[in-house]
């Protein structure tokens, strides 16, 4: 059974760092296309990063390109988003998601599984 869970989240001032966790089971994140969505107060969710198997490569949202970067401990199998340069409108549920094909997508209504997210709130 696949299952994801975040942890990391909470208050930062504008410009500060935050990294989330995602830990998987049920499932090897190396193998798998995963990817971080996020979903703001009255706005719809929306992809943030995803790794894509084919091709090997991480795509990003305009928005977080040079803030966000994701890895991952495969020892753990766990993936972490960190996150510098914060930003007020980064305040969101954050999620993570993984999908079985191979190719990632930052439509959030192609994901198969979903974690119950973390809240970010980025405020002085």
């Known amino acids: 059974q696949v299952q994801l869970v975040e942890s990391g989240g909470g208050l930062v001032q504008p410009g500060g760092s935050l990294r989330l966790s995602c830990a998987g089971s049920?499932?090897?994140?190396?193998?798998?296309?995963i990817g971080w969505f996020r979903q703001s107060p009255g706005k719809e969710r929306e992809g943030v990063l995803c790794?894509?198997?084919?091709?090997?490569?991480?795509y990003y949202a305009d928005s977080v390109k040079g803030r966000f970067t994701i890895s991952i401990d495969s020892a753990k199998n766990t993936m972490y988003l960190q996150m510098n340069s914060l930003k007020p409108e980064d305040t969101a549920i954050y999620y993570c998601?993984?999908?079985?094909?191979?190719?990632?997508?930052?439509?959030?209504?192609?994901?198969?599984?979903w974690g119950k997210g973390t809240l970010v709130t980025v405020s002085s």
């Open positions: 998601a993984t999908k079985t094909s191979p190719y990632c997508t930052l439509d959030p209504s192609r994901q198969d599984y």
């Open positions: 049920g499932f090897t994140l190396d193998y798998s296309t």
């Open positions: 790794i894509s198997r084919i091709p090997g490569r991480t």
